[in-house]
Each structure stands twice: as C-alpha cells, then as structure tokens.
C-alpha cells in the first residue's frame, strides 16, 4: 500500500510560480510511473502531467505546456511538479497519483494510489 502526501499549494498572484511535491511511503517509489492531476468542483478530474518510473519520458497536458515541469527524486521518494506563469484557470485541487507501471498515463483510472489533494489558487 503506497501512501501519497502532495504539499506545495497555496495562493498565488497571475504570473507567479508555485512547486508542488508529493512525497510517497509504503512502497518502492521506484516502480511507479507517477501523474499529477487536478480538478475543480462540478468538473472530472483532469490530467496534467506525468513521468515514467525511471524519469526518463515527460507528458503534459497541452494547457500546461510550457509552463509545468514535471520531476521525479527516486532516492527522496519524491515527485514534484514546478508550475510557473501561473493562470486563474490552474486554480484548482491538485493531485498526485502513482501507478504501478514503467509508463506514466493521463488516464485516472489507470493509477493505483492517490494523494489527498493540495490547493492551488491563482488570483487575476
């Protein structure tokens, strides 16, 4: 059983940068390919960006590209997501999820194990 912890929300001016981090125990971090997703209330969960277990292959999503960077620290059992050039549609819950495959997808249902959630608010 992998437990997730995403730190790193808050609110932000338009512009300005935020980094999440989602730190993970209870498992080998190692064989999960990880995602960061985020929603707003009254809409699906969406996909924002992804990474393979072994750090070597990124995805995003088209409205964060760009602007996102995805990252991985399998030593720390860390998976951080720097978000920069921030927007009043990022706002948003954001979270982490981890899947027990070598590739990362934007697919929800495709994960394991999620985190809570953390808030992220961009004012105009």
């Known amino acids: 059983q992998v437990q997730l912890v995403e730190s790193g929300g808050g609110l932000v001016q338009a512009g300005g940068s935020l980094r999440l981090s989602c730190a993970a125990s209870?498992?080998?971090?190692?064989?999960?390919?990880m995602g960061w997703f985020r929603q707003v209330p009254g809409r699906e969960r969406e996909f924002v960006a992804a990474?393979?277990?072994?750090?070597?292959?990124?995805y995003y999503a088209d409205s964060v590209k760009g602007r996102f960077t995805i990252s991985r620290d399998n030593v720390k059992n860390t998976v951080y997501l720097q978000m920069n050039s921030l927007k009043p549609e990022d706002t948003a819950v954001y979270y982490c999820?981890?899947?027990?495959?070598?590739?990362?997808?934007?697919?929800?249902?495709?994960?394991?194990?999620w985190g809570q959630g953390t808030q992220v608010t961009v004012s105009s």
């Open positions: 209870g498992g080998t971090f190692s064989r999960y390919a």
């Open positions: 999820a981890a899947r027990l495959n070598p590739y990362g997808s934007s697919v929800p249902y495709e994960y394991d194990y």
């Open positions: 990474i393979r277990r072994s750090g070597g292959y990124l």
